[in-house]
């Protein structure tokens, strides 16, 4: 095993404790275990010499028939894990980031070499989603795969909504309960569900989209007051992943151009009527939608972060692999050996992002103005004459509002039905324009 944190911890606690468990795992022997620090105190009691902080001797042991890498980050995750395929050997990762932007490269040398690189744990913690949409759904035209697949920002939403708690404390907390990135940035910003929906979209749709040109925002920016004027309008705010197909259903040829599938993938904070069934997804839990022709609708719901999910995952992967070798006397997963196409889940299409102008969005809009009659007539004839129809339109007292010798101020709250993007931008841009309009303060996606 590459690494001994959060996950690395919680892979060995199970590995340790094989009573009661698929006896396949009473079978595993953990062999030999990199860090970074020999001297930090670890919560297992461990035999003496397991640890080594040269990641190479592990990878390189002859004896190690599966390389488990938990250390996370691009390098030299992605440099251990080659490595380890090269010797032949099979990989279980829990690293979506490095997945996401190295998959393809990771996924041809392990083809070349016949050998599994199994990634449950990347996507969704302790949800099966990523055996299930390369097996089980397998025989569905996938038409939407949506959700919440961050547990850190859902927790620090969902309390946030609860108890009123300050982003930075609840922040901390995601922190101590190794729920985060070792670079919470990669969470709040929203880098980690953006990784998670292009390995979903890969498998989904059975292609890859360029990582870095998905659309994503995080909750870093996101005011207190639109979770606010959003509770009062009967949402709550979730970050959500998105990656759906354009076009008509069943595809025509003319939706497979030279660019291939064209997809809508992105990452952002969206109003979730409270209604809904992602609502009621709170804490470090995630859900996932997936939508497919002919399943209809299926939810994958549980804890999508911290030690025991998480290790549960992989645990599964290197149970699936061991399960194979037994099986086959050791053949297959090692080199030369003939692999199971669907666990290998390879591209067999083109796919690409359609241009963001082209989608369509319900919107919710916060625009912060003077307090004066006519006011939302003109904004609602910016909205008609780019249009766009509009669902509700609210008026707040603005900060200010009523104080003596400050000019009386508003917010006005929009939320629009669905319209293409471009429309959408059009009108803003008209509304910014109005001498009335003192700053379009917040811009979201509703459900
Ligand atoms: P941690 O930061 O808790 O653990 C990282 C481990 O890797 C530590 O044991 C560290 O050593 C070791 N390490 C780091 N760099 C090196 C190196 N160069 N050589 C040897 N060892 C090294 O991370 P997590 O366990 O939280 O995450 C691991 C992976 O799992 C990441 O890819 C993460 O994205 C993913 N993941 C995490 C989840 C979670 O809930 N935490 C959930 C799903 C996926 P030392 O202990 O000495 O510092
Ligand atoms: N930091 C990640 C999260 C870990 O909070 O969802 C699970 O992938």
Request: charged share 20%; aromatic share 4%; net charge negative.
């Amino acid at each position: 095993m590459l690494g001994l944190g959060t996950v690395g911890a919680g892979v060995a606690s199970i590995l340790s404790t094989p009573e009661g468990r698929h006896p396949l795992v009473a079978d595993l022997q953990l062999r030999r275990i990199a860090v970074r620090d020999l001297e930090r105190p670890r919560p297992l009691n461990l035999a003496p010499g397991l640890l080594t902080t040269c990641p190479e001797a592990v990878v390189d042991d002859p004896a190690v028939d599966i390389v488990v890498e938990v250390i996370g980050g691009l390098e030299p995750a992605r440099s251990l894990i080659l490595r380890a395929i090269a010797a032949g050997k099979a990989v279980v990762t829990a690293n979506k980031a490095v997945i996401a932007r190295h998959g393809d490269e990771i996924a041809a040398a392990a083809a070349e070499k016949g050998v599994y690189v199994l990634i449950e744990a990347a996507v969704g913690g302790g949800i099966p989603i990523i055996e299930p949409l390369k097996q089980s759904l397998g025989g569905n035209r996938i038409q939407r795969v949506s959700g919440i697949i961050n547990g850190t920002t859902n927790y620090i939403l969902s309390r946030m909504a609860a108890e009123g708690a300050a982003y930075g404390e609840v922040l901390a907390d995601a922190q101590r309960l190794g729920y985060a990135e070792a670079d919470p940035a990669a969470d709040v910003e929203g880098g980690d569900a953006a990784d998670k929906i292009a390995i979903l979209t890969r498998l989904a749709y059975g292609g890859t989209v360029p990582r870095p040109a998905i659309p994503t925002e995080g909750i870093h920016q996101l005011d207190a007051r639109d979770v606010d004027y959003a509770a009062r309008l009967g949402f709550v705010v979730k970050l959500l992943a998105v990656a759906q197909r354009v076009g008509s259903e069943p595809p025509k040829p003319a939706d497979t151009t030279a660019a291939g599938l064209q997809l809508d993938v992105r990452v952002h904070p969206t109003l979730v009527p409270r209604g809904h069934p992602l609502a009621g997804v709170n804490g470090v839990n995630n859900a996932i939608l997936v939508e497919g022709d002919p399943v209809g609708q299926v939810m994958f719901y549980g804890p999508g972060a911290g030690a025991g999910p998480t290790a549960s995952a992989v645990v599964a992967d290197i149970l699936n692999i061991a399960g194979i070798r037994q099986a086959t006397g050791g053949g297959s997963g090692t080199q030369g050996g003939g692999l199971d196409p669907l666990l290998a889940a390879g591209n067999w299409r083109q796919c690409s992002l359609v241009d963001g102008a082209l989608t369509t969005h319900r919107n919710y809009v916060r625009l912060r103005t003077s307090d004066q009659a006519g006011v939302i007539g003109q904004i609602g004839s910016c909205f008609g004459q780019a249009g766009v129809s509009i669902q509700s339109i609210v008026q707040y007292a603005g900060e200010g509002s009523g104080a003596a010798g400050e000019a009386s101020s508003a917010e006005i709250v929009v939320i629009t039905h669905e319209v293409l993007e471009a429309r959408f931008r059009h009108a803003l841009d008209a509304i910014e324009a109005l001498a009335e309009v003192h700053q379009v303060a917040a811009c979201l996606r509703t459900l």
